[in-house]
């Protein structure tokens, strides 16, 4: 950890940095109120050392300006026998704890232990409240399909190892989940899984969301701001969709991966960073690197070990069981957990291409648990585009060009179809040579008929 020792005597500077050192951590020295301002702007601190008597300052009135200028990191106070009333005081205004003088380094190690532990508490909390946000089934890593059995052990391997991964594939075949899942079984495990979403944001911001900015450095930086290189030191960040990465942003991308240093936004000062780079894109890096599109010095630094993530139709095996892990998951949630697919179902849901891959039969799945008006889901609860893709006769048949349907059905299977493999609605509203606001009503209308089947079936109920 990176510890601020505030204290006006010398003395108390070297025994507490030769202890720190010891123990691994990293000290910074200040000497009085102000000076302890411009170290904890300067750097990222994660706990302070801070003595109630400061020359002629108040420690607590110090503590009370660090606390006003919004850093939250924990403060230890250091004090003497005379003032013990003054620490009570202190920690009942939130200070973490108190160490008395003389002390001994092993009681500085006690406090610290106590520190990290409360530091890994609240990063495990964000990262269960981000996952719980999230609200998506547990991660499934078990196949019947030899090549998908090949990509879980690769990244078993490589899982220990502090190489950068690449994975590459379609957008929804679980890039991201497949990264998390490599963070769990490394070292870093229990240190922080940070997530930067590329193509989200302008350079700019994007630029600030990775590496941090200074007050000023731009219109609307109202107080200095660290990055996302800052909150995973430690662990891990995963780069979502890095081929749309900015060419400004990629030169400072790859010298952090050659020497692991950066700048915050509108600052020379150089930092450094111990996080390990987890990428994933679903454009051919290689290939755009050889058309100038992107940096090949980067793409070379990045591709240590790659991982290519199959479309779903090309693991059609395993679409069954997933399908089945989804709809336990919903149907525990929902409280239907007699809900099953029928046989036909679940040979149906096989035979489509899904062009949404895992993305889309998670919704497809949670689609059909909330419109079947029993406990078995039937090739007819499934949307028009998956019973397209099926093959079968009767009344009940799946969709099929030239077979007895309402237009209507033929053509929202199609314009599903095109919703789920575009990039954005669009490009699909491109695709099917209509505007976005005709896209928007057709869709808005079928989502409306949808809901009052929904109610009308909770209402029958």
Sequence with gaps: MKVLIIDDEINIHKTTSIALRTMGHEPYSAYSGSQSLSKLDENRIDVVFLDLRLGSENGLE????????????PVIIFTGF?????????TKKGVFDYVLKPFVPEQIRQTLERVGKQIALKSKVV??????SEIVPPVLFDSQEKSMQQIYRLAQRAAPSEATVLILGPSGTGKTVLAKQIHSLSPRADKPFVVVHCPSLSKELLESELFGHVKGAFTGAVKDTWGKI??????????????????????KLLRFLQERQYERVGETKTRTGNVRILAATNNDLQAEAQDGRFREDLFYRLNVISIHMPPLNERRGDI???AQHFLQHHAKQMARPQCRFSEDCLAALARYDWPGNLRELHNV????LILCDDGCIEVQDLPPEVQLGSNGDGPNAPLKIGGPFKLEDIEEAHINGVIASAKSYQQAARILG?????????RKRKLSLEREHISETEFAI
Excluded: W
């Design 62 to 73: 110090v503590y009370d300006r660090i606390r006003a200028a919004g850093h939250e990191m």
């Design 82 to 90: 005379s003032s013990i009333s003054s620490a009570i005081e202190a």
């Design 127 to 132: 990262e269960l409240e981000s996952q719980v």
């Design 230 to 251: 800052d909150s995973a030191d430690g662990g891990s960040i995963f780069l979502d969709e890095i081929g749309e990465l900015p060419m400004e942003i990629q030169a």
């Design 320 to 322: 069954p069981k997933l």
């Design 365 to 368: 799945v949670e689609r059909c």
């Design 434 to 442: 209509i505007n976005k606001t005709t896209l928007y009503r057709k």
